[in-house]
């Protein structure tokens, strides 16, 4: 898939600030500081797209853009910050979940995991929520360039290992490095085929 045009169009924290043109979306979450917005600047080419941090919970709302005027990039807020106050995170949780949940556009939830940790639980219970649910996801390991080919296949495998405990049949699987320029071509390629079926459905 080529990217030929990207730009902002809104961010909002319900339905009402959503865009309301009915194109399809693709999201993209994870843990605060798993490089989500890293990720996002890499797979569309803009350095600053979404906007970087050291500071876990930078991503507040809700964020769209427009890839080549046929579908929206969502950029959601992290979670698992645990420096946030509880009401934050309270509604932060309720943004997440009701998009997740009621939002027709959304197509895919890519689930933003680093590589270099072993099985966390919330990251777990967030994945088998979407599984009990019914949203269509991918998983995305992060930071690959951290470890050695050896340790990344031994926390695959241990990933591998604790899903099966609760799942059938895996997700999709991708790994990927801003650093390494690894794994673009693979994440915006299962998007394109995304966007045909949705297409081809209509």
């Given at each position: 898939m080529q990217l030929y045009s990207i730009e902002y169009t809104t961010s909002g924290v319900s339905e009402e600030q959503y865009p309301k043109d009915k194109k399809p979306e693709i999201a993209f979450i994870g843990r605060s500081n798993v490089g989500k917005s890293s990720l996002i600047n890499f797979l569309t080419g803009k350095k600053e797209l979404a906007k970087t941090s050291q500071t876990p919970g930078k991503t507040q709302t809700?964020?769209?853009?427009?890839?080549?005027?046929?579908?929206?990039?969502?950029?959601?807020?992290?979670?698992?910050?645990?420096?946030?106050?509880?009401?934050?995170?309270?509604?932060?949780?309720?943004?997440?979940?009701?998009?997740i949940l009621k939002r027709e556009n959304l197509q895919n939830l890519f689930v933003l995991v680093d590589s270099r940790h072993a099985p966390l639980e919330n990251d777990i219970q967030f994945i088998n929520w979407l599984g009990e649910e019914g949203i269509p996801f991918a998983l995305v390991f992060t930071k690959i360039d951290k470890l050695s080919a050896s340790q990344l296949r031994k926390n695959l495998q241990e990933y591998t290992k604790r899903l099966l405990e609760d799942w059938e049949t895996?997700?999709?699987?991708?790994?990927?490095?801003?650093?390494?320029?690894?794994?673009?071509?693979?994440?915006?390629?299962?998007?394109?085929?995304?966007?045909?079926?949705?297409?081809?459905?209509?």
């Open positions: 809700l964020n769209f853009f427009l890839v080549n005027q046929q579908w929206y990039l969502v950029d959601m807020p992290g979670y698992g910050y645990a420096q946030q106050s509880q009401r934050k995170k309270n509604l932060w949780n309720v943004m997440i979940k009701n998009y895996l997700p999709p699987i991708f790994t990927t490095s801003t650093v390494a320029k690894f794994g673009k071509e693979e994440l915006l390629n299962y998007i394109e085929r995304i966007l045909e079926t949705v297409k081809q459905s209509k």
